[in-house]
């Protein structure tokens, strides 16, 4: 495997693991939040993990599509992750406030990601890493308007 294609699988691995770290803290969030505001942060809380967990498995099988093995124990992925998830109190703006860091942790995954992707010329993969970069965005300005005093 080349330089350019390692560096792209090596890239590919980190998203995923952020990914999932994103997905189980937005999916543990959306069980525990609590207060006055409880049924929006639900529902959105909701969204934005059956969204990030629609990417995995794309991320997974363009690791296969490359010839790597994609990691799938939680250890790998706490090895990979680039993205830290923490307990928070279960008030909606406070676990919003972390979600939102764990997210843009997640967008400059995507987008060296990205980078790599187009480097070793795979538009494929390029696309997809461009829609999440657009959806995650999309998620950073709903967490960031929702915590607005």
Do not use: C
């Amino acid at each position: 495997m080349g330089l350019l294609m390692s560096k792209l699988t090596d890239a590919l691995k980190t998203t995923l693991a952020d990914s999932v770290t994103m997905y189980f803290v937005a999916h543990g969030y959306h069980w525990n939040v609590e207060g006055q505001d409880f049924s929006q942060y639900h529902s959105l809380f909701a969204k934005i993990y059956e969204d990030v967990y629609s990417a995995i498995d794309p991320l997974a099988e363009d690791l296969r599509k490359l010839g790597e093995y994609a990691p799938f124990t939680l250890n790998k992925f706490i090895d990979l992750r680039t993205v830290e998830s923490k307990d928070v109190d279960p008030s909606p703006k406070a676990m919003a406030k972390a979600l939102l860091t764990i997210n843009d942790g997640l967008i400059k995954s995507v987008n060296l990601a990205l980078k790599a992707a187009l480097a070793a010329d795979e538009q494929g993969i390029a696309n997809f890493l461009a829609e999440r970069d657009d959806m995650h965005k999309k998620w950073a300005w709903q967490l960031k308007a929702s915590t607005k005093s």
